[in-house]
Structures are given as C-alpha cells and as structure tokens.
C-alpha cells in the first residue's frame, strides 16, 4: 500500500518554542492532505485541509497563526506548532489523498507526539 | 466537530469470540471507512463501504451499513489477541475532498 512518513516521531520542545512536523508521501503523489490532532484516548479530530500549492482550510476553532500549514510540493506538507505551550502537547497525525482518481481511502503517517514542557 | 457515536467505548472480550462495534452519524455521506489504530501509532484501514451499499466483507471482518438508521457496524469473527487496537469509523461527506470525520472510537481488548 501507499506509504505516508511522518517526522518526527516524537520531539519535546520548551514552551514558547516552535516545532515543524514534515509529512511525506514516499510513493505517491498527494493534491491533498489532512492534519489531525488526537489527545490521549481521544478520537481524531481534524484541524486542517491541505491543498498542494494553496492555503489551508482550517476547521472551526483552529488558529491558523497558531498552526501553520505548508503543502509546497505534490509530497510534503508541514505543520508547524508556533509558540508552543503545554496544552499543544498532543498526537499529531497527517493522512494524505491520492492525486487523480480518488478511491475513497486516505493513508495516514505513523503520527508525531509533541510534547511541551 | 466529531461526526458522531460509537459503542460500545470499550470492549474486552477472549480469544476467538466475535467482536460487534457500533457506529452512528449524523449527517448523509458518500462513504464510511473502518480504521484501525494500535496503540500510539497511525491509523491503518479496514475496509470502505459506500452508501448505496449495505454490507461489505474483507477476511474476518463484516461491515454493513443502514444509511436510514445513519449507523453502520464492523464485526470481527474469530478474534485474536492481535486484533487489540482501537477501531475509529470514518465518514466521508463528499467524494471530492477526502475529509475524514471520525467517530469516538472502541477499544478492544482480545484475551489470549
């Protein structure tokens, strides 16, 4: 199947830092890729649509200065956690969505757990 | 916002029993997705059933889908120790997008 690589896997950084987490379709190209953010024994809820080339489509109650988003090629995007405090300490997990033909199945990375002190 | 409900939250059951989780929604769809997800790690998927479909099979697992009822169930048969994980329904509003909307999830706890 199609391979989604997120990095990193884990990074524990100091309040009022900023932390970059880079997705990466290995072996596909994705138009579109979606961020979410799991708190613990939580679901996933989405924070975020992006669209290769085009801004991001944050969902409501999501601040994109907080969060930004960069999808400039067919096979990265990055979320970057600006002036991190301990309540942005979650899983972060990006699936992405094949280019041309969709099939209806999203390929999720392996997540990045931030953690800020 | 979640798209909405599953149960049970948490399911502890022996090896090579059934496994029967629930999921409910609340709006129309084009499809609904099962994934899997073991602890601290990304999702993996299970199988898409769309909504003109009513029941879909993938080796021990068995999904149907009641878009009057907006629910659908996965059933695992004959389960295995390794079939601890968490289960998330997914619904997908519009084929044009991709956008996953996730349910609370249903761990599952398979007794050697």
């Known amino acids: 199947g199609a391979v989604v690589s997120q990095h990193p896997s884990r990074v524990i950084c100091k309040s009022g830092t900023s932390v970059k987490i880079e997705c990466r379709s290995l072996?596909?190209?994705?138009?579109?890729m979606f961020w979410y953010r799991q708190f613990p024994k939580q679901s996933l809820m989405l924070m975020a649509t992006s669209n290769e080339g085009s801004k991001a489509t944050y969902e409501q109650g999501v601040e994109k200065d907080k969060f930004l988003i960069n999808h400039a090629s067919l096979t990265l995007s990055t979320l970057t956690v600006t002036s991190a405090h301990p309540e942005d300490s979650s899983f972060y997990i990006c699936?992405?969505?094949?280019?041309?033909?969709?099939?209806?199945?999203?390929?999720f990375g392996e997540g990045s757990r931030l953690t800020v002190l | 916002s979640q798209q909405g409900e599953e149960d049970p939250q948490a399911l502890s059951i022996q090896e090579g029993e059934n496994a029967t989780m629930n999921c409910s929604y609340k709006?129309?769809?084009?499809?609904l997705q099962w994934y899997r997800q073991n602890s601290g790690r990304g999702l993996v998927h299970l199988i898409l059933i769309r909504s003109n479909e009513r029941e879909k099979h993938s080796g021990r697992l068995r999904v149907t889908l009641d878009t009057s009822k907006k629910s659908s169930s996965l059933l695992i048969t004959a389960s295995r120790a390794a079939d601890t994980a968490s289960y998330f329904c997914?619904?997908?509003?519009?084929?044009?997008?991709?956008?996953?909307?996730f349910g609370q999830g249903t761990t599952l706890q398979v007794k050697p």
């Open positions: 997914a619904t997908v509003r519009s084929s044009n997008t991709g956008k996953l909307i």
């Open positions: 709006t129309s769809i084009n499809n």
């Open positions: 072996d596909f190209q994705a138009t579109t």
């Open positions: 699936s992405a969505s094949r280019q041309g033909a969709w099939t209806g199945e999203l390929f």
